[in-house]
């Protein structure tokens, strides 16, 4: 991805970003039929630029508009940062906002509500309007939608899955998608043992604490997996129930120790939690749940949906699925979608590849 140059004059900054992504294949997996469902791509993010005053930070997103919203469309525009977000959102609560259409900035770490703000639109453009001054820089800014409120209750992994455009400002190494706002936050404030425990109702993703993590305890090829994984365990995990945890590993070849370069992908894990220290250990791993496809994919949405299933999406350059992996933790069961919703994999989480 492609950012331009950021200039500041007096006390107005302004950013652009000028490369959009463009997105053909949108469907969702239908959590009650079990069959896919697709449906039209409405807009197309192409750029965001933003304007610093002293008391209040105005976005302008530009977008391509494909088709016309349907009136009872569920979506959002997201902003992200680093410890939060300004979320516009329609027809659906947004974790800590205060209503379900409306502009409203929320802290990452523990949903706190910041503040309210406003939004105009205009032909394919929106523009919000929050009454803070943002020093900082946002990182990537997303839309969410799905044709209608009904869809947002079968479609599996619900709205959060539905990623339909996003643009990069600052893309981090994994290129994973951040998550929504975390709910429960002693994990930040002890800063040990960085692992969040899903609560049903919720949808929660592993926590990333940096962009060049230390390479963890290394499980040998062979044993789950063709390749040598090192864990992260420096990011952080998500605590499910039976004590599985899940959390990110970098796909490494056979020898030497090497990490980082053009053959390495990152793999989403499960395993169980024996010594209970909220962190896998090369024995604990039970599974490889999610795996950026190297060559192809470039960005990650890997998370853990309100009903507790496991979800890592995989997209290419441009946007568009090439993997859609869906783990059910209670029966143990992976299944993988590949870019046009096609079933090609059901069964144990191991040796899938």
């Not at 039976?242 to 894990?269: C, H, M, R, T």
């Not at 998370?303 to 890592?312: A, L, P, S």
Request: some cysteine.
């Amino acid at each position: 991805m492609r950012v331009n140059q950021i200039v500041i004059t007096g006390l107005i900054a302004f950013a652009t970003v000028a490369q959009g992504v463009a997105q053909s294949k949108l469907w969702y997996h239908n959590d009650s039929t079990g069959v896919t469902e697709y449906f039209e791509v409405p807009w197309e993010i192409t750029d965001i630029k933003w304007e610093q005053r002293l008391s209040s930070t105005w976005f302008t997103i530009n977008y391509k508009a494909y088709s016309a919203l349907p009136e009872d469309a569920v979506y959002t525009i997201e902003i992200h940062f680093a410890d939060f977000v300004i979320v516009y959102s329609s027809n659906y609560s947004f974790p800590g906002a205060l209503s379900e259409n409306g502009v409203d900035v929320i802290g990452r770490f523990g949903s706190h509500w910041l503040g309210s703000g406003e939004v105009w639109h205009a032909p394919e453009q929106i523009v919000l309007r929050v009454p803070f001054a943002i020093q900082d820089t946002p990182t990537v800014v997303v839309m969410r939608y799905l044709p209608s409120t009904a869809c947002v209750q079968v479609a599996s992994g619900g709205l959060f899955g539905s990623v339909v455009s996003y643009l990069w400002v600052k893309r981090n190494l994994r290129g994973a998608l951040p998550g929504w706002p975390i709910q429960d936050v002693s994990w930040f404030q002890q800063r040990q043992l960085p692992t969040v425990t899903w609560q049903p109702g919720q949808t929660v993703s592993p926590p990333t604490e940096g962009d060049r993590p230390r390479l963890g305890d290394r499980l040998r090829g062979g044993s789950l997996w063709p390749r040598d994984i090192s864990l992260i365990p420096d990011d952080g995990a998500v605590r499910l129930p039976g004590n599985k945890l899940i959390e990110w590993g970098l796909e490494q070849g056979w020898f030497p120790y090497g990490g980082f370069d053009a053959s390495d992908a990152w793999v989403g894990l499960v395993g169980i939690d024996h010594n209970g220290d909220g962190q896998l250990q090369p024995s604990e791993i039970i599974g490889i749940i999610g795996r950026c496809e190297p060559g192809v994919g470039a960005d990650n949405n890997f998370y853990v949906d309100e009903k507790g299933y496991v979800h890592w999406i995989n997209y290419d350059a441009k946007g568009n699925k090439v993997r859609h992996y869906i783990y059910d933790p209670n029966r143990n069961i992976l299944k993988i979608f590949d870019g046009s919703g096609n079933l090609i994999y059901q069964g144990e989480p191991w040796w899938w590849n």
